[in-house]
Each structure stands twice: as C-alpha cells, then as structure tokens.
C-alpha cells in the first residue's frame, strides 16, 4: 500500500492556500486507499521569533481544522510531530548526510533570513537546518508519495538527495519519495500581493483568507482582490497574476480549467462574485464543524495521542536500523 506523508507548520491561522494547495488533497483522496500520515510539524515553528504560548494553542487549532475538514482518524493517522522523537533522532544521521551549501542554497533560507536580519533579529541556526528535519519527517515512514503545494518542492528534492545519498553510503535503508501536486492552485497568491505565496505566517491582512474568516470577511477580501488595469478576462499567470489566482481559485473550487472558466467572464466583478461565493460554499462546513470539534478538548488530544502511538511503532524500527547502517553501537 502507499505510504504519504505531509506536514502543516502551526506558525500562523490555517489559510486558503493550505487548504486548496494540500488539506483538500489530504481528505479527498489521500487518506482514502493509502497508508496516510498526517502531522502538525511543530518543530518546524520554531526556527523563526515565536510565542510559546502561541505555538501551542496554533498546534491544537491546526489538528483542530484537520479533523474539521474532513481528516478521519479511523482512516489516517494523524500526530504532533514533537510527540515522536524519531523526527530529531533521524535528523542529526541527515544533518551528518547533508552538505553545508546544500542548505544555504534552500529559497526559504535565504528569503525567511533576509527577513529576519532586516528586522534586527538573529538568524536562529534551526532555519538553515530545518529542511534537514524535515527530510527525516518523511523519510522515517518509508513514504512514497508526499503530497504538498509547489511551494515544497525544493525540500522535498533535498529529501530525495538525502535518501539516495545515504543509502548508497551506508546500504538500502529509506524509500526516495516523490512529490505530488493539485492540478490546479499549487500556489494560491496573496490577494493584495498576487506575485507573493499566500502564507499563513504572514502579517495578516486583506489578501490571506483564514480557514476561520467569518462568510463576509471572506467576500470582503476576494471582492477587493488586487487585479489589473485591463478589462478582459484571460488565463496568463505571468501577465495577469491577480486575475490568474481568482480563476485558479474558483476553478479549484468547483473542479473547472482556469483557462475555460475565463472564457466564461466579461467583466472582473462577475468573476470576483463567483469566487467569493464558492470560497463561503468550501469554507462553511469546515467553519461548523471546526467549532463542534474544538468544543471537546479531549477528543483532538486523544486522536492525537493514539496517532503518536502508530507514527512511533512505524518509525521507530527504520531509525534504528538507519543508527546501525551508520555506524553507531546498538544500546545492549
Ligand atoms: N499559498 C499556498 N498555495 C498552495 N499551497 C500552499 N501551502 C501553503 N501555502 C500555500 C501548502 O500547505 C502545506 C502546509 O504549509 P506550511 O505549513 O508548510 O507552510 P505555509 O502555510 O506557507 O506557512 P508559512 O509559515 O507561511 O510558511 P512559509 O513562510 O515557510 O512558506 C504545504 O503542503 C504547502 O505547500
């Protein structure tokens, strides 16, 4: 059977673009007809300032919105990444694969550094490390497939690097996994911002759509979406990026081509209505059922306890047999 894996970071409000790039994914097909595993990758919110108190209530709101969108622990396995330590017992074996310059040469290094040092703050060493982390979080399960928005690609080849590279070293230890990506809204834009990712950790304002937003906050921001000076509607992510997101956007929604869906519009203000309109339609059902959810605190800690349970039993073995393949001394 296949083996996904894929991560969430709680560094900030569930948004759209999680939800079309990867959630959607998740609950539709994933967890259907594969051996799936889910995580609120935690650690990963910690290589950039953060607010412990913060982290932890963003960690139980994320697991929250997963079950909330459809994840079924009965058909998934879904953990805090911190709640099992094989994460960061595998990763020093691929910190001692991967290379210096591999890492400095990671987008997000350089772009989440250069933000950091422009705000006079230090660069925290886990910045450079964490895709390193994050090879072991996919490569501890024997993954297959992991599927992410396009925004990920570029870790999930030093993933496939590190694999390879460590199993010619020390012997066949890790399966090399593959990315997969939507067809349509691998990267939904930032509404104000359509050349920029739609990112949750980013400062908040009109162009990210929470998973949370309330039905009219969310007409209010697409309404207002940045688009162009030109009046008709084409499909040209280059030329025409805002107009380009609200089409991936609606077509996402409703399972259209973004290129047909443009044929269909004379003017900004239908398509921007429409999209709107689908976005409160996807995003109503999640909304309810993420505040029947978050009223039983002991359901999500227990999903998430037995999922460390499952995640740990699988892990464990294959760290244990990357420790040996490496050269270290079994404990007696
Ligand atoms: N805008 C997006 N469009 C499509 N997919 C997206 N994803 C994130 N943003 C978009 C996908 O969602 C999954 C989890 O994302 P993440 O938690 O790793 O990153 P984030 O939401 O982008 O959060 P940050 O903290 O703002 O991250 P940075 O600044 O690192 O980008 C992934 O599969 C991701 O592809």
Not at 255 to 280: C, F, H, N, Q, T
Request: net charge negative; aromatic share 6%.
């Amino acid at each position: 059977m296949t083996r996904i894996f894929s991560g969430i970071k709680p560094t900030g409000h569930l948004t759209l673009g999680n939800y079309l790039g990867a959630m959607r994914r998740w609950v539709e097909v994933d967890q259907h007809g594969a051996d799936a595993l889910f995580s609120v990758v935690d650690l990963h919110a910690l290589t950039v300032e953060h607010d412990p108190a913060r982290v932890r209530r963003l960690t139980r709101q994320s697991a929250t919105l997963l079950l909330a969108a459809g994840l079924d622990p009965e058909l998934c396995t879904l953990f805090v990444q911190s709640h099992v330590h094989e994460h960061t017992r595998l990763s020093y074996l691929l910190e001692c694969t991967a290379t210096d310059g591999e890492l400095r040469r990671m987008i997000q290094y350089k772009e989440k550094g250069a933000r950091a040092q422009s705000a006079g703050q230090g660069v925290r060493l886990s910045l450079l490390t964490y895709p390193v982390l994050m090879a072991a979080d996919i490569l501890a399960y024997r993954t297959d497939e992991v599927p992410v928005g396009d925004d990920q690609t570029q870790h999930v080849e030093l993933t496939r690097d590190l694999a390879v590279r460590f199993n010619q070293r020390h012997g066949h230890t890790f399966t090399v996994p593959r990315a997969t990506h939507p067809p349509v809204a691998a990267r939904v834009m930032d509404l104000q911002d359509p050349t920029s990712k739609m990112g949750k950790s980013h400062e908040p304002g009109a162009g990210i759509v929470y998973l949370l937003d309330e039905a009219d906050l969310v007409r209010k921001k697409i309404m207002r979406a940045v688009t162009d000076s030109g009046t008709d509607v084409v499909y040209d992510r280059a030329e025409r990026p805002g107009l380009a997101n609200l089409l991936e956007i609606l077509a996402a929604c409703t399972g259209a081509d973004p290129a047909v869906l443009a044929g269909e519009y004379r003017s900004y203000g239908d398509l921007k209505r429409d999209a709107a309109e689908a976005v409160v339609e996807l995003l109503a059902p999640i909304r309810k059922r993420h505040a029947e959810i978050a009223a039983d605190h002991g359901y999500v800690d227990a999903v998430l306890r037995a999922g460390a349970e499952r995640a740990t039993a699988l892990a464990r073995p294959l760290v244990d047999d990357a420790y040996r393949a490496i050269g270290l001394l079994p404990a007696g």
